[in-house]
């Protein structure tokens, strides 16, 4: 076995500290080398699942619910994150008859996601369409 001179949990001020490790019952200590400590940042974001809706029309209220977006960090590290993490350029946003020009036009959502203080953002198309109403007399 061996005894690691940092027996804490690894935290920024350590960045560039010697750590050594001492051989359990022997009077030898190996130098592992200086240690590189860095913060992990978010790197970048992608949709990896679309949200349950895409399609609206107005009188709609945006929703991110169903969606999964990737996030990529600099520790090479992925992770799924959800709805409730995110924000949208559409947050809280109900359509209006002017947010559409024609029936099935596009329009792109940037989904944000931040970590550490650092925010990514990913395009999400969606799509306006026109209302459909049945006829009650048919």
């Not at 005894?3 to 500290?17: M, T």
């Not at 992990?40 to 949200?51: A, F, G, H, V, Y």
């Not at 409730?84 to 350029?89: E, F």
């Not at 969606?126 to 048919?138: D, E, L, R």
Request: hydrophobic share 30%.
């Amino acid at each position: 076995g061996y005894e690691i001179s940092k027996v804490k949990a690894l935290d920024l001020s350590d960045d560039g500290k010697l750590l050594t490790a001492k051989l359990k019952n022997t009077s030898y200590e190996v130098e592992v080398g200086n240690i590189s400590v860095s913060e992990i940042q978010l790197e970048s974001i992608s949709i990896k699942t679309n949200p349950n809706v895409t399609s609206y029309t107005y009188g709609d209220k945006f929703s991110l619910a169903g969606i999964a977006v990737r996030a990529k960090f600099n520790n090479g590290n992925e992770t799924e994150i959800y709805a409730d993490s995110l924000t949208s350029s559409y947050d809280n946003y109900t359509f209006t008859k002017d947010d559409f020009s024609e029936n099935n036009s596009k329009s792109i959502v940037e989904v944000s996601y931040t970590y550490n203080n650092i925010t990514k953002t990913a395009p999400l198309e969606i799509t306006f369409v026109y209302p459909t109403f049945k006829n009650p007399f048919i």
